[in-house]
């Protein structure tokens, strides 16, 4: 069944670093998003992504994050300058034409720690 | 913005017992509202999906439930077994996202 992939699975980084989290949707998808979970808190909404353009971003998504799909598969996440309170697990999900009506597939999930 | 509320937190049953979680959300301009399970430190399984217009829908041992018009949804797993055990998070989806609950955290007794 075809799923939605990660890399990495694990990323320890410094403060101030960048960072890119990479994701391969599901190959017939056209939505895109990316979530984040806080230890111990809510699943959180970031960004959704369609046609090459953001549709809908978060408050929490400014200025230091943005999402590129460089090629016909990656779709990434860009943390500019990560901060102490960035450290999460990161969750790419993808959904099908009419993504309102359409399941959203996550992938298994990249946790992010900064030092 | 939507708010979404899920109760009991946590419940421990023994094996056989059915489970019930419950799920409200504040907007019910709602496209679809989603059900996953969630294992420690791994990523959101899709349980089921229903659409806005459906009252129920069912997977297997999993039904859920869908009030639209008073912001509730509820999951029932029938026969619980000890691989149930996960966190249970709902999801409503608004526009190009979905808002999640905290979860209830299920513990299935052998």
């Known amino acids: 069944e075809p799923e939605v992939t990660q890399t990495p699975s694990h990323q320890v980084t410094q403060m101030g670093q960048e960072v890119i989290l990479r994701c391969v949707p599901i190959s017939n998808h056209l939505y895109f998003y990316w979530y984040r979970q806080i230890l111990g808190q809510k699943v959180e909404f970031l960004v959704s992504?369609?046609?090459?353009?953001?549709?809908?971003k978060s408050e929490i998504f400014d200025d230091q994050f943005s999402v590129e799909r460089p090629d016909g598969s990656n779709f990434t996440l860009k943390i500019r300058s990560t901060k102490l309170e960035d450290s999460a697990m990161y969750f790419c999900?993808?959904?099908?034409?009419?993504?309102?009506?359409?399941?959203?597939?996550f992938g298994p999930g990249t946790r992010l720690l900064v030092l | 913005k939507q708010e979404v509320t899920q109760i009991p937190a946590a419940l421990s049953v023994p094996e056989g017992e059915n489970l019930v979680l419950n799920c409200s959300f504040t907007d019910s301009a709602i496209y679809n509202l989603q059900w996953f399970r969630q294992d420690p430190g791994k990523g959101l399984t899709s349980l089921l999906l229903i659409q806005s217009s459906q009252r129920e829908q069912t997977s297997g041992r999993l039904n859920a439930s869908l009030d639209k018009s008073s912001g509730r949804s509820t999951l029932y797993i029938a026969a619980s077994q000890p691989g149930d055990s996960a966190t249970y998070l709902c999801?409503?989806?608004?526009?190009?996202?979905?808002?999640f609950g905290a979860g209830t955290t299920v513990t299935v007794r052998a």
């Open positions: 999801a409503a989806s608004n526009d190009y996202k979905l808002s």
């Open positions: 992504f369609y046609n090459n353009e953001i549709s809908e």
């Open positions: 999900a993808s959904s099908d034409v009419g993504h309102a009506q359409e399941t959203q597939y």
